[in-house]
């Protein structure tokens, strides 16, 4: 009888931590639907429109996005996620005077490294190599789907991929292309990448439908993906030049100089601002 009293103190005590382990349990859940929920639908088994994730890509670039690397679109660059992504990622390159001096570059501005930059549309973080292993399709760049949203990759081989971008289905690309020179707009044959990839986040059933850009003037002897666009818009129009190879050779500046003369343009043979616009491209130099 002596015992009784302990006995059912002890119980008591049971019952009390049973409630706040089971209390913490619901906490802790609510946190992982929290967690869940931001990470996008894409979780859900959801897919983003191509069009609608190409105005998202677009938007990093219209940001003015830095290249910080641990970061993902759209973090804000504080001192608070500074030094965050310093106890995380730091190395001997990523120092903390790297860290310090991305935060006076960028503070107030959102940051990103190169795979980061999926990160706010796929809905889970991962590396370049990680995106490439869950593309749904892939293949080497020189068989480029030239009129889809499709991620791009950089490596030495299908293993040791490095960097990512995304090509935005009209000859250009956008991607966090180092520290130095942060979030870039550029032609995609400019830096080297190896492979494409059809990312498991974006719904490709409708197509993009976006015009191709001219960058640059293009004559006899150019050569890149703004070559077939041009090749495939001369084609569409009814002139003729021959393989769309991406080589402007005799074929492609006969045709360019009939598709001139035929719009009252100077027959030079160089596609400019001019050429460009009848042909429905965009003339964007950069």
Known sequence: MTDLPFLQAFAGLILVLMLIIFTLGLERLGE???????????????????????KYYVQ????GTIYVWGFNYCTIITRETIDKAYRNYHTSTYDRKYYDDKLKEGEGKPGSDCSGEHAGLSGYDTTAQGYYDRSERKGPITTLPLHDLVLLFKGKSSKS??????????GMCIHMKSSAENCVYESVDKHGWSAYGYADFIDYTEPLDV?????????MGSKGTDVKLLQEQLTKKGYACGKIDGDFGTKTDTAVKKFQKANKLTADGIVGKNTAKKLDMIWNPI
């Open 211 to 219: 015009k191709p850009v001219v960058y640059r003037l293009i004559k």
């Open 60 to 63: 990093i670039k219209e940001d």
């Open 32 to 54: 992982l639907l929290k967690t869940n929920n931001k990470k996008g639908d894409n979780q859900m088994g959801n897919k983003t429109p191509q069009k609608k994730a190409r």
């Open 161 to 170: 991929i490095k960097h990512t971008g995304i090509y935005l289905g009209d």
